[in-house]
């Protein structure tokens, strides 16, 4: 069976397989980030099931902002950062980047559409959110081992 109707970044499997490894990434950061606020802000020693559906519904920036409490402002920084990207990512239309002189002839290239800006989305793009994201895995588990911010 043939598919008609295709998104213009299917056409390219490489950069498929990077924009869903970088969501991949930074799903797993949102969800550290809510167990590291429910364990460092003791919320288990509350009632452990309000604090967790609470915390589901919190959205990334809500989780870092709440997270500011006891992270160094660095790891907030790069927290924030991330966020950005996630959002370019996530609020965003894909599309191929068209030839001007002739519209019908495709690219190659993709970019982003967001705020009224075109951004390249490209393998390294792509690949800077991932490795972001695993730099920020290691410090987030890090701090895991560190006191709750209650002693």
Known sequence: MSRKNKLPIENDEGLLLEYGRAFAWINLIEYVLGELIYFKGNLNLANPKLAKKLLEKKTFGAKIELSRIFLDVSIVRQLETLNK???????????EKRNSDNVAKKTGRYIIQYNNKEISLTKNFLKEIVELAQNLSLKLHAEFTKKSING
Do not use: D, I, P
């Open 85 to 95: 990207k996630r959002v370019t990512l996530a609020h965003s239309a894909v599309s």
